[in-house]
């Protein structure tokens, strides 16, 4: 059973109701969002999706292109529904970051392929490659984009010792960009366990 089902119309808040509440849901999404962000050395995030952090995108959606028709909400419900989890899988955007503008094209440049060689393990596991950009082709054979959506898909084995409380390391290995953490901070190893599903 997935713990993270599709988000539908019934689940939004319509244009009115979101303008109450927005404050204190935008303040309930940014403290969760602290638990769903690995930094992978200075230049590399991964920013974990889920169910929540997805709706609050479609809401503000909505509400900044001012979105009530019926065709509009499902084009955002679309588009945004693939990157909840499955209950079998994590689910990021990747996100490479320089702050000077001349060293991020450069780097783009030098890093093309960087999004299928990041990694994560869990202690007794193979390492875990992603698919990468399967919505659309992000990259080209002389430069990367700056942001990619990757899925990891994960074996019954390793959800079963991740609800153990099996340690989680993470990594890079790109010949231009080559990091290892050893083990992916608490809150964060916490909060993704919630995304699987229990392996009987």
Do not use: C
């Amino acid at each position: 059973m997935n713990l993270m089902p599709k988000l539908s119309r019934k689940d939004l808040y319509s244009l009115e109701e979101y303008s109450e509440i927005r404050d204190d849901f935008r303040t309930r999404v940014m403290a969760h969002k602290k638990n769903r962000r690995l930094d992978l050395g200075d230049n590399l995030v991964l920013f974990f999706e889920d169910r929540l952090v997805m709706h609050y995108q479609i809401q503000e959606m909505l509400k900044a292109e001012k979105i009530f028709d019926a065709d509009g909400i499902q084009e955002e419900l679309d588009a945004y529904n693939p990157l909840i989890p499955d209950g079998t899988n994590w689910k990021a955007t990747m996100m490479i970051q320089y702050g000077d503008v001349a060293e991020r094209q450069q780097m783009l440049t030098r890093l093309v392929g960087i999004e299928n060689q990041v990694w994560l393990q869990i202690t007794g596991h193979d390492k875990v490659y992603p698919v990468a950009d399967e919505d659309l082709e992000r990259s080209t054979e002389d430069k990367t984009s700056a942001v990619h959506f990757l899925r990891f898909e994960l074996t019954p084995s390793m959800i079963a010792d991740i609800h153990k409380g099996a340690t989680i390391s993470a990594g890079v290995e790109h010949q231009h960009y080559n990091m290892t953490l050893d083990t992916i901070p608490g809150n964060v190893a916490e909060s993704l366990a919630q995304d699987l599903e229990s392996i009987q």
